[in-house]
């Protein structure tokens, strides 16, 4: 998953096209919609291409998250680390600087990794609904 966490550097652009005070939910949905334009080779997608998607869409939510927030008050955009663990790595986006060296706390690493855990492992909710009625469709899940 680490290794599909970057992003293509044009979607850098698409947030600069935002207001400062735009909501950051407002640009990831904008900027997840947009991974189809750099993924045109699932645009058709066969069986065989599902696990490949799902390990796209997990490695770069994080990164596309991040980046709205940082975004959303003004400071620059923190690249991946393929070094971090999962939670370790969306905590360094997050709050990492340019200009300095971001420690990540392991008590707050551990409760979000937690926190992370249990939503994955939620049950039948709203968000778990509407994907497996688009998946069930057939739609393509960046578009």
Known sequence: VAHHSLVHERLHYLFQT??????????????????????????????????????????????????????????????PDNSLDFTENFLHM?????????????IIKNALNKIFILHADHEQNASTSTVRIAGSSGANPFA
């Not at 699932?42 to 994080?62: C, G, H, Q, S, V």
């Not at 959303?72 to 690249?79: R, T």
């Open 18 to 79: 935002f207001c400062n005070s735009s909501h950051p939910m407002a640009m990831m949905l904008a900027a997840v919609g947009s991974l189809s334009a750099f993924y045109p080779d699932l645009l058709n997608f066969k069986d065989a291409d599902y696990e490949l998607t799902a390990i796209r869409m997990i490695a770069k939510i994080p990164t596309i998250a991040t980046m709205s927030y940082k975004y959303s008050i003004g400071q620059p955009f923190i690249y």
């Open 94 to 106: 997050m709050f990492a600087m340019p200009c300095t060296k971001y420690k990540v706390n392991p």
